[in-house]
């Protein structure tokens, strides 16, 4: 697979099968975030604002998204059911999406960041 350079690259290059899943797991992040910029970072999809919000990506067996380990702490508890690593989160392709639960850790994610961005400015 080449390497994308934009997002639209990197969703045409989903396989068929999952693209329609992907577009939609990647307006659920994007939709969370309205003011977030998306780039390609790391080769995968990325949204920033004030630095980098959440990366996510389609694998073979599923999608992801990478939301940093402070994001992965505070939402332990509702990750119980899902593959994760440090920083990672699995969604199996063919089960169904947590939207509430992608919308707020974008949310904390955009608000953690605003604050990083605050203090730094404030000094």
């Not at 659920?28 to 920033?48: D, F, T």
């Not at 119980?80 to 949310?107: A, M």
């Amino acid at each position: 697979m080449k390497k994308a350079t934009t997002v639209r690259e990197y969703i045409q290059q989903v396989p068929l099968e999952h693209r329609k899943d992907f577009i939609g797991f990647h307006e659920l992040i994007c939709a969370a975030a309205p003011e977030a910029i998306s780039c390609i970072s790391y080769g995968m999809p990325a949204l920033k604002q004030h630095g980098i919000v959440v990366y996510y990506a389609n694998w073979e067996k599923h999608m992801a998204i990478y939301p940093m380990p402070s994001a992965m702490k505070a939402f332990a508890s509702s990750l119980n059911s899902y593959v994760t690593s440090k920083s990672t989160i699995q969604f199996p392709h063919g089960k169904r999406i947590p939207k509430k639960l992608i919308r707020d850790i974008v949310l904390f994610r955009v608000e953690e960041n605003n604050i990083k961005y605050k203090l730094k400015k404030k000094r």
